[in-house]
């Protein structure tokens, strides 16, 4: 051992002494507890009926990031990871793992809006960076908005509020919404009522399922009783496979329109075959949007993954997007708060969906997509609504 080397360890052991005398630990000191490196965690399904909708989104973010060197604001970039199985369960402890165990600088995290509602708590708790690139759940951008919790998607109310305008526009006064039975479908289904009603509709029948269940076939011969105008709904990932095949083959496609926010058609379309061919539905992205930044976002994540990109993907890499513009102002340093929220807050993203804003509650103002499958794709139709921004009922940030 060289003498320095010697100094240098007899200066550890002096300051771990110290430390156990004291109580606490100084390793930090000597450097080795916490890298140099932004620690980004996913919390995100990888198994289960939203395993598509994790993987796309962790994707799309690196994507973002590799388009940038790899780097945030000129760091490097350690990830961390945990399934969070879409079980509302342990999304305490999922959260937990992520936050308080592996330390992560910010969470990226999550689908399910029940999910969601456990991770913002241990967010807020312990005031780590948030960023929702999915789950819609109000709450987040609502009564439990914070300044460090910001969402990259849409809120729960933002996909089927113009929905219900389309559907009288359509002649379809009575309709049945069908849904899971968890926040995401609950919320859909209030805020489409909503606007269903002021535009003159009833809405005759709800219809729920426990989530993540895909037994339909009792509440489509309910349906097929009822005789609505219309049927509107929320389903995604596995589940939306499964009811939109299911809707078909109980012979209802002809005979009753189907209507729904747009997860129902997104990166599932393979898998519905024709049984989709003329689902109509609003949402914030559609893979055919006619821009350039769309075409080149598809082709680089075909590129990189050997598959098409889908919604989920196009959250995932605003993420990316996001949290890479935040770092820049903020010279590279997570630990600088202040610049980086106020840098979020004033973010203008270039996404593939067009270009969208923050809204004071750390919820994007974007247009929605009317659109209607035609020969396998979601054909964008029109705009069904421009600038949506949520309410941000709650919200007093
Ligand atoms: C949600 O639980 O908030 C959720 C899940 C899947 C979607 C949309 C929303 O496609």
């Known amino acids: 051992m060289t003498q320095a080397v010697q ?29 140099d490196k932004v620690r980004v965690g996913f919390m995100l399904p990888y198994t289960g009926t939203y395993a598509q909708l994790g993987v796309a989104i962790e994707n799309g973010f690196r994507l973002a990031l590799a388009e940038q060197g790899g780097t945030l604001g000129g760091r490097e ?6 399934d969070d199985e879409s079980n ?38 312990t005031g ?39 559907m009288i526009d359509n ?10 039975k968890y926040s995401a479908g609950e919320q859909a289904l209030q805020s489409f009522a909503e606007g269903y009603k002021a535009a003159g509709g009833t809405v005759i029948k709800e219809l729920f399922v426990p989530f ?12 097929a009783a009822l005789k609505p105008d219309a049927v509107a709904c929320f389903f995604a990932g596995g589940g939306a496979v499964k009811f939109v095949k299911d809707y078909a083959a109980a012979g209802l496609k002809n005979n009753i329109p189907l209507y729904g926010s747009g997860f129902l058609t997104e990166g599932v379309l ?35 993954y050997g598959m098409e990109a889908d919604v989920y993907a196009v959250q995932g890499y605003d993420t990316g997007l996001l949290l890479a513009q935040a770092l820049e102002k903020a010279g590279g340093d997570i630990s600088n708060r202040d610049a980086i ?57």
């Not at 893979?287 to 769309?294: H, K, M, Q, T, Y």
């Not at 659109?371 to 600038?387: H, L, P, Q, T, Y």
């Open 7 to 35: 100094n240098a360890q007899s200066r550890r052991d002096f300051l771990a002494g110290v430390g156990a005398l004291a109580g606490i630990s100084l390793l930090p000191l000597a450097g080795c507890a916490r890298s």
């Open 77 to 82: 970039v350690e990830y961390f990871k945990v």
């Open 88 to 125: 509302p369960a342990k999304a305490t402890d999922n959260a937990n793992k992520i936050i308080t165990r592996d330390k992560v600088d910010v969470v990226v995290g999550t689908v399910h809006s029940g999910v969601a509602m456990g991770m913002i708590k241990v967010a807020r708790e």
């Open 128 to 166: 780590t960076l948030a960023l929702i690139p999915n789950a819609g759940v109000n709450a987040a951008t609502g009564d439990l908005c914070a300044p460090n919790v910001f969402r990259t998607s849409f809120s729960n109310w933002q996909p089927t509020h113009p929905l219900g305008k389309v």
């Open 171 to 180: 002649g379809h006064r009575k309709a049945v919404f069908i849904t899971w």
């Open 212 to 223: 993540p269940n895909v037994e339909f076939q009792a509440l489509l011969t309910e349906i």
């Open 270 to 304: 393979d898998a519905q075959g024709d049984s989709a061919e003329g689902v109509i539905t609003t949402l914030h992205y559609a893979d055919s949007l006619d821009n350039p930044r769309n075409k080149a976002f598809r082709a680089a994540y075909r590129e990189a």
């Open 341 to 397: 929220i106020a840098a979020m807050e004033g973010a203008v993203i270039d996404s593939p969906r067009g270009r969208w804003t923050m809204s004071k509650a750390h919820n994007p103002i974007q247009d929605f997509y009317l659109r209607r499958v035609e020969n396998g794709d979601n054909k964008v139709i029109g705009v069904a609504w421009k600038g949506l921004e949520d309410p941000a009922r709650g919200c007093n940030m």
